[in-house]
């Protein structure tokens, strides 16, 4: 079948991933309404949002409203499948192959045979060129992040919740439990030069809170968030966009720097300044010139 949407494919990723949105695969009605907020990824889901009981029912629910939908452009759709070892594995991927998803959500990714089976499977029903987006959400997921991700995903999130629960510990408002986890697996991301994206808020009506946790998301340098809830996906454009100031003084910080070291607002301009104005307007999807040093693309 033709994938959903349209794949966006970067280099070594998905571009502007700032919002992954989640939705029960076995509610056909809330599957029919996913796309409608425009989310930069769709993410149909038979793990999490599915009990073991309905788990064949909703493979099936799933796969037929993805087929119905009408993809916006610049929306994803995927499938996000049960772990891999669990019962319902192989029959979720050969779904996913199947259908009219743009690829495959593998939820806590532990060993790169894996990925490395998931990737055989969908090049053997024909989609190798699937788009996968791997979840670091367990103990030894996000231990062996760098080597996990270095492996050949698109975009990797960081699942803070499920990974409290393997550690046995508990959530608390200020998160100091998972800084150390969630900034490993955006520096593993960053390294393997693929999507970063950050943990769920699950207060689906607290909108301070989410802009809050996703700006210190966005500084620590994820490019997006998770989101459970339509009107979490709005905020999440808004952080994870530049603003046209910021974007206007990206474009100023390069033409400062063109020649060599510059000054723009009394703030002396170096490599490492251009290097983030270029970021800036990576993700502002604005095209720019290369820093002065930088290698050809």
């Not at 995927?78 to 979720?92: I, M, Q, Y």
């Not at 170096?270 to 307007?281: E, F, K, Q, Y």
Request: hydrophobic share 45%; charged share 25%; with cysteine.
């Amino acid at each position: 079948m033709t994938p959903a949407g349209g794949v966006r494919l970067g280099d070594g990723g998905l571009a502007a991933l700032r919002s992954l949105l989640f939705v029960p695969g076995g509610r056909a009605n809330m599957v029919a309404k996913v796309v409608r907020s425009s989310p930069d990824a769709a993410v149909v889901d038979l793990e999490d949002a599915v009990a073991p009981s309905d788990k064949e029912t909703a493979r099936r629910t799933a796969v037929d409203a993805i087929a119905d939908l009408e993809v916006p452009r610049g929306t994803v759709v995927l499938l996000r499948v049960n772990p891999p070892g669990s019962p319902w594995f192989a029959d979720d991927v050969a779904a996913a192959a199947d259908s009219a998803a743009s690829g495959v959500v593998l939820p806590k990714l532990e060993a790169p045979a894996q990925l490395a089976e998931l990737r055989r499977e969908l090049a053997d029903r024909g989609r190798g060129d699937a788009v996968v987006v791997a979840g670091m959400e367990t103990a030894r997921g996000v231990d062996d992040c760098r080597e996990l991700l270095s492996g050949g995903v698109d975009a990797a999130y960081f699942g803070a919740e499920d990974y409290i629960a393997d550690l046995g510990g508990r959530r608390t408002p200020g998160g100091e439990e998972v800084l150390y986890a969630r900034s490993r697996v955006c520096l593993a991301a960053r390294l393997a030069e693929v999507a970063g994206i950050d943990q769920v808020v699950v207060a689906v009506h607290d909108d301070e809170r989410f802009i809050a946790d996703a700006e210190q998301a966005r500084a620590m340098g994820f490019q997006g968030k998770i989101c459970i809830h339509p009107r979490q996906v709005d905020l999440a454009h808004r952080v994870f966009t530049p603003s046209a100031e910021e974007v206007e003084r990206a474009r100023a910080v390069l033409a400062a720097g063109r020649d060599g070291v510059g000054v723009v607002d009394g703030q002396m301009i170096d490599d490492v300044h251009l290097r983030m104005a270029t970021a800036v307007l990576h993700r502002a999807g604005q095209r720019c010139p290369q820093p002065p040093g930088s290698p050809p693309r």
